[in-house]
């Protein structure tokens, strides 16, 4: 069974540091764009950062600077380490990754999400 696999959520002072990773497991025979997600409390899950199979990276506006998304294509996971955090930080993250399938179908999968909280 092909699932992503999220970990290194947790509760962080504001300026902190928390390093969240995502690993897909299950029989995959390739992985194209990885990607983080989030959603703050009460409001609409929105993209962090992405990254392509050849390593390019986009980052939403509110993070550039401070967060850095990762790859190991050998261990088929993503990370996603964040620096500098601040309270609008907080909320649910989700990793989201385009696999390919051993019936040679692409589909999206998501992770369940860690919690990220940020205190003041």
């Known amino acids: 069974q092909v699932q992503l696999v999220e970990s290194g959520g947790g509760l962080v002072q504001a300026g902190g540091s928390l390093r969240l990773s995502c690993a897909a497991s299950?029989?995959?025979?390739?992985?194209?764009?990885m990607a983080w997600y989030r959603q703050p409390p009460g409001k609409q899950r929105e993209l962090v950062a992405h990254i392509s199979g050849g390593g390019g990276a986009v980052y939403a506006d509110s993070v550039k600077g401070r967060f850095a998304i990762s790859r190991d294509n050998a261990k088929n996971t993503v990370y996603l380490q964040m620096d500098s955090l601040k309270q609008e930080d907080t909320g649910v993250y989700y990793c989201?990754?385009?696999?390919?399938?051993?019936?040679?179908?692409?589909?999206?999968?998501w992770g369940q999400g860690t919690q990220v909280t940020v205190s003041s």
């Open positions: 299950g029989i995959i025979l390739g992985i194209n764009t």
């Open positions: 989201n990754a385009d696999l390919l399938r051993v019936d040679h179908s692409w589909s999206t999968y």
